[in-house]
């Protein structure tokens, strides 16, 4: 699903999904969460990523900031998804 799909999915389900500044690249996809509109769902790893190739972060840095400024942000029901993806491997 291309990044553009999942914009299309989410101003037509629910058009107050709030989507994460600067982190496009993270964004994975939709979740249906029961009772409650569609969110936007970000891969977590990719968001680390981000902040450390983009920023110049250290590891430390980028998961100090992430958590408090990123996942830890709640401003709303339409607040985004962060995941960590399993590798069975």
């Known amino acids: 699903m291309s990044l553009q799909q999942i914009k299309d999915i989410l101003a037509e389900h629910n058009s107050e999904a709030l989507l994460a500044d600067g982190f496009e690249d993270a964004l994975?996809?939709?979740a249906d969460v029961f009772n409650r509109p569609p969110l936007?769902?970000?891969n977590r790893d990719k968001c680390l990523d981000i902040l450390m190739n983009r920023d110049g972060m250290t590891d430390e840095e980028a998961e100090e900031f992430f958590t408090y400024n990123v996942s830890g942000s709640w401003v709303g029901?339409?607040?985004p998804i962060y995941?960590?993806?399993w590798d069975k491997d």
Do not use: M, N, P, R
Request: proline share 0%; charged share 10%.
């Open 77 to 79: 029901e339409h607040t």
């Open 83 to 85: 995941v960590t993806l």
């Open 28 to 30: 994975i996809g939709v």
């Open 40 to 42: 936007a769902v970000y």
